[in-house]
């Protein structure tokens, strides 16, 4: 399978816990994306990658949450402290990023979070 | 701030039925706007518009974008079973805020 995978699938978790969410993006892809989705709403951005270099972040994007990229392959999205307020879709995205733009993202399957 | 803002919220129609999808925006430095599906996973991409006037086109899909109205249009025609889905709507600005913002999506129900 050649596109954007992410790991778990589904995390139920206590509130007060930390969870981490892994993204394997397309291999030649070296922008990666992670976005948040609430039901009836779109994505929500939260962060992206250029290579490992963390390019911008959202405000939404409190101190809770934290996300990397080592090697400017997979990245890992962590929340400490889980709330409630936290469960949603947690979609991660890549693209090739090219400097004359056509920035078309392929999304992965997502990561459904439940804090209860 | 910038805003994308998608009409109507939710869509039912009988199969057959030709469908219209609007998506509209209010941003800085618009580079191009997109159109995703989004079924019961990952949204998949439709069409990247950047240029007034000119119709993208696949199958039974179509989409064209207004710079001066800033609006786009999504047209599904002959409505299938399987096109039941959010539509996507997102723009992408230019260099130095390379992420897609997006709307809150049309949800289109096909009714056989």
């Known amino acids: 399978d050649t596109g954007v995978s992410q790991d778990p699938r589904h995390k139920i978790t206590k509130r007060g816990q930390n969870v981490t969410f892994r993204c394997d993006p397309i291999s030649e892809h070296n922008r990666l994306y992670w976005y948040r989705q609430t039901l009836g709403q779109g994505p929500e951005f939260l962060t992206y990658f250029q290579n490992e270099a963390q390019l911008e972040k959202s405000r939404l994007l409190s101190d809770r949450f934290s996300a990397e990229r080592p090697k400017g392959s997979f990245s890992t999205l962590e929340i400490q402290r889980t709330e409630q307020g936290d469960s949603a879709m947690y979609l991660c995205?890549?693209?090739?990023?090219?400097?004359?733009?056509?920035?078309?993202?392929?999304f992965g399957a997502g990561s459904r979070l439940t804090v209860l | 701030e910038d805003k994308v803002v998608q009409s109507p919220l939710s869509l039912v129609v009988h199969e057959g039925d030709t469908v219209t999808l609007n998506c509209s925006y209010e941003?800085?430095?618009?580079?191009?706007l997109l159109w995703y599906k989004q079924e019961k996973k990952a949204p998949t991409f439709l069409f990247m518009l950047?240029?007034?006037?000119i119709e993208k086109k696949s199958g039974r899909l179509s989409s064209i974008l207004d710079k001066k109205e800033l609006f786009s249009i999504l047209n599904i025609t002959a409505t299938q079973t399987g096109d039941s889905a959010i539509y996507l709507c997102?723009?992408?600005?230019?260099?130095?805020?390379?992420?897609?913002?997006f709307g809150t999506g049309t949800r289109l129900t096909i009714i056989p």
């Open positions: 950047t240029s007034s006037g």
């Open positions: 997102a723009v992408e600005l230019n260099f130095g805020n390379e992420k897609l913002t």
């Open positions: 941003v800085t430095n618009f580079r191009s």
């Open positions: 995205a890549s693209s090739i990023g090219l400097a004359s733009g056509a920035n078309v993202l392929t």
